[in-house]
């Protein structure tokens, strides 16, 4: 309890501070956009130089009286979630299968480190190359973007797990099958995490490129085109959208992903938990 | 290296031996995947006549020039955020907003304003090196014991002495483990960027040879981009993180 009693209990914060917080932010997203707004008579450039809040405003209002921004979001939202999913199991599936081996550990590891280097934009162009301009290519490079990190850090994770804890189970009579969903997986799921979070934000990064270089659909291409079109405010809607979709996956699927796996299964252990 | 260990290098052997032999027995246009010895020539090709080189002075001229913009922002408003709770408050939900905005999304809007070439590339780096930089200087800042701060003011301490005897050196081990990472984003926006936007540079020639099915140029880029990185992390980054951890760090001895 000695630990606890250091550290200041959220409820302590006196409200008034924590509703402080919240209303300087907002006042600073406002000031923000005011002063973007009254710049945009001073400077006097051209409206597709530099579009205004209000106009941006009107831009996101005809995209989505269109229909064009809701069909761009999920086709880009689509494209993320098969490319992440492809990228998770298989990274998952491979770093287990490699792990448990240690022949396949030997013989792969340098391929995998060597892949895991280079960098993921670098492979775009011959991805192009070989399936062409369109949704193959966006599909395979984000696969590839998640997968490497989820396999590395699975295999890390696998080959973690102490030696006595899968003696013990088999000794305890559990099977092969046993040690593997209720040792080696759950003690491999932090790794797993750590590499899902890693590629999720590679491979968002990823999407949004992917569709400037290569797509006809899509946030990034909503993006590219308004810029191509001198529809400024059009680009900077399909930021702004990029930016709050990024943010929404954040808070809303990583972090409570990750607080829960940390929670169960982490390195907090009971002991500290106790003390 | 020990011999149980040199089977790791089997999958290279393999995969250079299946490129050298499978144009002999599969049939597949050349432009998909070039013979190796073709490779090779281009890579001495581009040696020789100095392109390759003149692409990669140019690619890393513009990282140190956005790195440059981007840090030079980054600090002074990390120290500013990390020491004033007022600018921390108002300044918070605005910055983690835009710093969401991944990097490549600024390139559109880079070329309408700086035009296609060097400043959107420019733009572009500074941009996401400083959301990285801002994030270490921030939380570097905050991690230097509040008995320190006493400290440096009882005996008088304020404005720049305070900031070279006590911030910038507290906060210097977070900030190089921090420039590792910015240089690692800041690399893949370069290369990103320059596909996009660029005028030359590796991006711009990797991506160029796409539209002329000149496959072994985008061989050559990709090599040279990673291989570039990993010398980078590994020679120049690691080492400077290892002795400056060691020595200003946690690790004690």
């Keep these: ?275 | 290296m020990k011999l149980s260990n040199a089977i790791g290098l089997l999958p290279f052997a393999a995969a250079l031996t299946a490129w050298a032999i499978l144009p002999l027995y599969v049939d597949y246009p050349s432009y998909m995947l070039p013979p190796l010895p073709d490779v090779w020539t281009h890579l001495l090709e581009a040696l020789a006549d100095g392109t390759l080189a003149g692409h990669v002075a140019n690619s890393l001229g513009r990282l140190a020039l956005g790195f440059a913009v981007g840090t030079g922002i980054a600090i002074p408003l990390g120290i500013a955020i990390a020491l004033n709770r007022h600018v921390a408050d108002t300044l918070k939900p605005l910055l983690t907003f835009l710093q969401s905005i991944a990097g490549i999304a600024w390139v559109p809007l880079a070329i309408i304003w700086f035009g296609i070439g060097i400043g959107s590339v420019v733009f572009v780096i500074a941009n996401t090196i400083f959301f990285a930089t801002l994030y270490n200087t921030v939380i570097g800042v905050q991690a230097i014991p509040q008995a320190l701060h006493r400290a440096v003011r009882s005996l008088g301490g304020k404005g720049l002495s305070l900031a070279s005897v006590l911030i910038l050196p507290g906060a210097l081990v977070q900030l190089i483990v921090g420039f590792r990472t910015a240089m690692a984003y800041g690399w893949r926006a370069l290369v990103a960027a320059e596909m996009i936007a660029g005028t030359n540079g590796l991006g711009y020639m990797t991506i160029e040879a796409v539209q002329w099915y000149r496959t072994e140029t985008v061989l050559l880029g990709m090599i040279a981009i990673g291989l570039i990185w990993l010398v980078m992390d590994r020679l120049i980054f690691e080492p400077i993180e290892r002795v400056t951890v060691r020595r200003w760090g946690i690790v004690q001895r």
């Design chain 1, 1 to 275: 309890m000695a630990g606890t009693l250091t550290q200041t209990p959220p409820h302590g914060v006196p409200w008034s501070r924590r509703l402080m917080r919240p209303a300087k932010g907002a006042a600073g997203i406002l000031l923000f956009l005011a002063a973007w707004q009254i710049s945009v008579p001073l400077v006097g450039l051209e409206p597709y130089f530099y579009p205004g809040p209000a106009d941006v405003w009107a831009a996101f209002v005809d995209l989505m009286r269109k229909g064009i921004l809701p069909v761009y979001t999920v086709d880009s939202l689509s494209r993320y979630g098969a490319g992440v999913g492809i990228g998770i199991v298989a990274g998952v599936f491979f770093g287990v299968l490699i792990g448990l081996n240690a022949f396949a550990s030997k013989l792969l590891s340098p391929t995998i480190n060597f892949l895991f280097a280079i960098v993921e934009v670098a492979w775009i162009p011959i991805f192009v190359i070989w399936w062409g301009y369109g949704y193959k290519t966006i599909l395979i490079a984000l696969t590839y973007v998640v997968f490497f990190p989820v396999l590395y850090n699975t295999l890390i994770g696998v080959r973690t797990v102490p030696q006595p804890l899968i003696n013990a189970v088999r000794a305890l009579g559990g099977t092969r099958l046993q040690v593997l969903t209720n040792v080696i997986l759950p003690a491999a799921l932090p790794g797993i995490i750590t590499g899902l979070r890693v590629g999720a934000g590679f491979a968002f990064r990823g999407l949004i490129f992917a569709e400037i270089v290569a797509a006809k659909t899509g946030l990034g291409y909503l993006i590219f085109e308004g810029a191509q079109s001198h529809q400024t405010a059009r680009t900077i809607v399909g930021m702004i959208s990029v930016g709050a979709i990024w943010l929404l996956i954040d808070q809303f699927y990583l972090k409570p992903i990750e607080r829960a796996t940390i929670e169960r299964w982490g390195l907090v252990t009971d002991a500290e938990q106790r003390a």
